[in-house]
């Protein structure tokens, strides 16, 4: 079998068998095939796409291709979420202890942040003394006993992957439904979940911008999940604007907690839910997403799910004590508040352009190296269909140590973001399909 061959027959648009796939991949791990034909065969996926059955094979040879994470020894049925990334999302933050306390166990393996995106690890480790580094037996003793925990990857979780995916970064290919796919579920499966609820992302501030691309990798992914013995569902939910209020790891873990206290805000605790009824659904704890709902919220109104967040914060020895009092978390020196040009309706926020303001004031990551400053952000207050007048403001920018070209430009950035317009705008959906192994739903 020789490579030249496999690149050959996928360029002229011919389904690889599951022999050749293997070849291509562990002969790329052990640095037998060289970068330029694996760069040849990404392009040729690029322009040809793969089949549901190349796309499962790629996954799980990838997958194979370092750690594969046992959970066996949790009891109960491990339900996974993966977000495909956005600003403000939070929501495992509030997903992890609310599903807990319903009973479905969650063992988690979160990621940190770059570039405008926000990570999980980053937010939590806003704490005090959380830690996101445990050992295996700790980490599968803290699920069976808290219900929850959420840590860091494996440094060697789908390398191939890894290697494949800073390959395509340099080649252009990164925007391959396939290649995408397989890469989001080889780290999932490596990660050892029963099942997996994922939440697509769609809009101006996702990775996919339109909704039929968003719906065409759901579907991949959901194929993917079928294809290897996983029960995979898809909700497709709006990054037109952030989630939430709050863009930053501090001010993230605040409308965390006051989601789990019942009165976060609206968008953040709709969302959640939904996908935590899903969770429930295929962990076994409720037979339609109606009845997990109204579980779900009677945890929210009792204090569990915030109680379940308490434990799960004082096993990885993060300050309880922050976050049953929010002032205490990081904060900022000084605030300054963005003013509008303009009256009118908020018509659209360019939600990618906020996380850049964020991470020019210090929130996140311009390079792997950068060092993150917890207590800064950004704190909307318009959001898409809110009315505004000349002078009002319309985001606070929460600063400590950015120089003041950093802040001008943090302050252009969420100046350009928001689009003003004379006519009243309707409220954007929050979710827009559902994808199951048995189709696509679309609610708009």
Do not use: C
């Not at 322009?47 to 046992?70: I, N, P, R």
């Not at 952000?377 to 120089?403: F, P, R, Y």
């Amino acid at each position: 079998m020789r490579a030249v061959d496999i690149i050959q027959k996928k360029r002229d648009g011919h389904e690889l068998s599951a022999e050749e796939i293997t070849f291509l991949i562990q002969g790329y791990s052990r640095g037998e095939i060289p970068d330029y034909q694996m760069s040849a065969w990404a392009m040729a996926v690029y322009f040809q796409g793969m089949t549901a059955q190349e796309t499962g094979h790629l996954t799980m040879e990838m997958a194979k291709s370092g750690d594969q994470v046992d959970l066996s020894p949790i009891q109960g049925i491990k339900v996974d979420k993966h977000s495909t990334g956005g600003v403000g999302d939070k929501t495992t933050i509030v997903l992890a202890p609310l599903v807990a306390a319903a009973g479905v166990p969650v063992a988690k393996m979160s990621g940190r942040g770059l570039g405008h995106t926000g990570g999980t690890l980053d937010k939590l480790e806003s704490i005090s003394g959380f830690t996101i580094e445990l050992t295996r037996d700790e980490f599968l003793s803290q699920v069976n006993e808290v219900g929850a925990a959420v840590i860091g990857q494996s440094g060697n979780m789908a390398p191939a992957d890894k290697k494949l995916y800073a390959l395509r970064d340099v080649t252009s290919t990164v925007n391959s439904i396939p290649l995408i796919a397989s890469s989001v579920m080889s780290k999932k499966i490596a990660a050892g979940a029963d099942a997996i609820v994922l939440d697509v992302k769609t809009g101006s501030g996702a990775f996919m911008k339109t909704l039929d691309d968003s719906i065409r990798l759901a579907e991949a992914m959901v194929d993917i999940g079928t294809h290897v013995g996983r029960d995979t569902v898809a909700v497709i939910s709006d990054m037109d604007q952030p989630l939430g209020f709050g863009i930053g790891n501090a001010l993230e873990i605040k409308e965390a907690v006051e989601t789990l206290q019942g009165n976060g805000p609206e968008d953040l605790q709709e969302v959640s839910l939904i996908l935590a009824s899903h969770m429930l659904v295929l962990g076994g704890k409720a037979k339609t997403v109606e009845e997990a709902r109204v579980v779900l919220e009677e945890l929210l109104r009792s204090g569990a799910a915030f109680d379940k967040l308490k434990q799960m914060v004082a096993a990885q020895h993060g300050d309880v004590g922050q976050i049953e009092d929010l002032s205490k978390l990081p904060g900022a020196s000084r605030t300054l508040e963005v003013k509008a040009d303009t009256s009118g309706y908020v018509a659209s926020i360019e939600a990618e352009a906020i996380g850049i303001a964020a991470m020019l004031l210090g929130a996140g990551r311009e390079t792997k190296e950068s060092v993150i400053d917890y207590g800064v952000g950004v704190t909307l207050v318009k959001k898409v269909s809110d009315e505004v007048k000349a002078g009002d403001t319309l985001a606070v920018m929460h600063i400590n140590e950015a120089s003041e070209s950093k802040v001008q430009e943090a302050e252009s950035k969420l100046k350009q973001a928001y689009s003003i317009t004379d006519a009243a705008v309707p409220k954007q959906p929050l979710i827009y399909a559902l994808v199951t192994k048995h189709g696509v739903e679309r609610f708009v």
